[in-house]
């Protein structure tokens, strides 16, 4: 699988290289800036390019901006979004763009740390899935979604937390310690609690949960 | 091509809507008229009373009560929507009222109930009778034998003559629905124009040219009326140059508008009073002298009253650098407060940070080290309890950073240089516990410390009323008006807080330091309303 990854500290850079190429993947192209992500991105038509959201020159929101237009300009590459901060309306942005087709991400470089977790996110992603941080997902949860989410069991709310992650059924239950047919039943259960339309794949049961947790 | 006639206004029922707006105008226009007079007399009379402030209150009120009545009517009737704005409201006794004299929306409100008065009354009543008159000359030929009309010694007294009306009465009623149509926009506009949140103002320099472009226009039509009247009398008598009497009142009102523009272009108000004053006085100076030359010639008469009025300029004048010394004063005192305030903010968030870092990733840090080095130690001899070590280590890496992000949000967060004040706000009210509503009206991004500065008095604001006020839901408003940004933490909560304690006197520096104003209501019982103004002006 092939991946681009942007990030302007060498250090980090050269450490999330390694780390997926331990876990074998193969890193074409490893850039400081939006428009060297950009060039390298239209020229090796990676599987994937992983962003920091910071990058120079102005230390702003660069990498998202760069990564929204990749989503135009070569929607093949999947974007995972790494930052040191996770503010979920550059999530909406970022899932608004990628629409139903899914292939993004959005996570904090603190994720690196649970090395498998992490290449799991990656190969999620790569693969047209979705992986949002728990925090994004803990602040949609936390406040607006709260009082209209009275009616699940707290653990559906689980199952829904980690549905919108992004997570697969077999994900959710090997997250949670249940069957798979335990999770599919929680599934249904909440879809039908929320009045939410069934949806097939796993990135647009993501869709169907944010959309429905933003309304709020 | 096909051209389809536009549907006349008769056969439209929002018409009728609009008749029936404009029909309750006329009874709602004795109400505000008894209004006016009995609210300005009283005030005139108590204007020296401390009483003049709960009559004032009270007018104010009633006005306020009748607007928004209006308002409603005028939702439901002609589709226009209005939420008049709120007051704003002063501190103190006098401050009451002072704060409704320079409340814009009191006076728009005025403004709006007299033209509500002069349309209802006076177009309105002609509306409706040529509608009444209409229908009458069109029923003409049913009841023309009983009536006794005509014009002089011509009777309507055969059917004939009564149907030649019809026709008449068919236009008047055709006339009577356009005009329906343009009353009814009428009223919408001023509704929109008045009952509406004032919107933002237009930057000072397009104003500047609109001002301009009107001096001009201003020139040019009094230039012509003269050239015009000159024109025709050179084509009749040519004998006495009447006209001059014509460019004097129109070059005087010319020059007044130059020297108002001129006065408009300073900044200072008391300066633009002095030279407004000052013009008045060269403008009627001008004036005699005008009279003096066209008439006797004789003795120069206007010359003591030049003295007169020109020593009174002068005293003005003395008066005014009096004062603006005062002013300077009493403002280089308050910015020194505000800075070492600013200062000092600076310096405790500073030793705040060093503290933090001390004791939180510093530490953590340290015994992050620990374990490495004897998980290094252990490598070879225990490798299970080495694996502990090194997995302890990266919990340990994982909450050094969650509190690195903490710290970071807390200096500057990312959201607000990257999105601006609204999303940080939205952000804010996401991670709070409590409920938070967020309404931002906002036209564009407010200076990057104005910026800062309100987003911390949420910030502070909304952690309290999490931490102390038990309250169960909080609502933030954020909005721009005046070139000023205000932001409005309201919560449900106990009340009490206290404005002298750490977090609200700092949050009171940072705010002055930007010239900006905040304000803390919060009784024992509650509810709390914190509120910042900062001035966005450059």
Redesign the interface.
Known sequence: MRIVIAEDLALLRDGLARLLRDNGFEVVAEVGDADALVHAVLREQPELAIVDIRLPPSFRDEGLRAALELRRTAPATAILILSQYVEHSYASDLLAEAGGAGGVGYLLKDRVLDVADFVDAVRRVAQGGTALDPEVVAQLLGNRGASRLDVLSPREREVLGLMAEGRSNAGIAATLVLSLGAVEKHIANIFQKLRLPPSGSDHRRVLAVLAYLQEG | MIITAPVHPLFRARTYRELLFLAIGIPFAALVFALFVAGWTSIGLLVVTPLIVPVLLGYRGLVGVLSRWDAALARSLLGVSADPPAWSEGRGFWGRAKAVLGDSTFWRQQLYLLLRMVVGFGLGIGELSLIGGSFAWITQPIWYRWAENGFGSWRVDTLGRALLFVPAGLVGLVVAGWLARGLGALSAWQVRALLRPRPAPASPARLRDVRRRALRIHGGISLGLFLLVTVIWAATTRAYFWPEWVALPLGLVFAWHGIVELALSRVAPARRALAIHGGVVAALFLFLVAVWAVTSRGVFWPGWTLVGLASAVVVHWLVERSTRQGRLARRVESLETSRRGAVEEQDASLRRIERDLHDGAQARLVALGMNLGMAEQKFRDDPVAAEQLVAEA?AG??EA??EL?DL??GIHP??L???GIG?AI??L?????L??TVTVDLAGRPPAPVETAAYFVAAEALANAAKHSGASQVAIALREADGRLEVEIADDGAGGADESGGGLAGLRRRVEALDGTLSVESPAGGPTTIRAELPCGS
């Open positions: 990266r890496v994982a950073l969650r992000r970071a949000r990312p959201v240089s990257d999105r999303a939205e952000t009210a996401d991670r709070s516990p409920p938070t």
